[in-house]
């Protein structure tokens, strides 16, 4: 048996030799091998560091309990935290950047804001609806590489999960069967909470504490997938401004940048690359 280290994806000619006992050569042949890397895979297999300690920059463990853990047995998904990961990946021949491995798909939201949009609550968000239509339909028939783009789900909560911290706010987020079906997305509160660096231990609300410890923070405002807190059920939704911080504003009445969020599938091939901006 003989194993091939530190191959990259490319085909391969392996000349095979057959000798007989005296080592004459009896046969010999060339066979082409193709090395093909899912993308999970490499980044699970080599990307996800162990050092919990730093838990800066990199791709982390999250486990069961919702904690950044060592043990890669006990995953519930892989997140890239911290303030600069190289977590660059091009898609729809863009800048996009990886949010994390969930059940095996790539999660990625793109770097910049894709348009403008008003902000609603999710409630606006359901099959039918002007912002789900504006991310599935008009949005969606843009990208090219849709074969790559797995269906999901896509969660979120009738609760303000802004005002808690992150651990509580993925909890709340897949406790209350709030769901649709699509292709596109936004950020979680979640998501933003995780992404920055495991020393911001404060409530999502009051992350532009932890502005310089977020990679998702990049300049300008954008949307969540979230309700708002303040008047009425239903009434407001929050958006992440350019500090890192949160602001609220009643649904339907300000506009605001869009990052789509999207899922990659499992079979997603990896070609090459460091994750860093320019490679």
Known sequence: TYTFDNLTPDTYN???RVT?????QVESTTVPVKVTIYLSEFLRYN????NVNGSENGLYTIDQNG????NNFSAREYRYIGPSPDNYVTFNNELWRIVGIFDEKIKIVKETTAFQDVLYNPANFMPGETSYERLNTEYYNTLSNVSNVADQTFYT????TTKYQRKEAYDIERSQNMTYDGHVGLLLPSDYGYAASTSCQVIISDYD???DKNWMVNGDNFALLAFGSGGSYHSTAPMINASGGTEYYYSGEHTVNFRPTLYLKSDTVFTGGNGTKTQ
């Open 14 to 16: 392996i000349m095979v």
């Open 20 to 24: 007989n006992g005296a080592g004459s």
């Open 47 to 50: 990307k996800v560091d162990t």
């Open 67 to 70: 904690d950044v853990s060592s």
């Open 157 to 160: 909560s009738r609760q303000d």
């Open 209 to 211: 504490q932890c502005a």
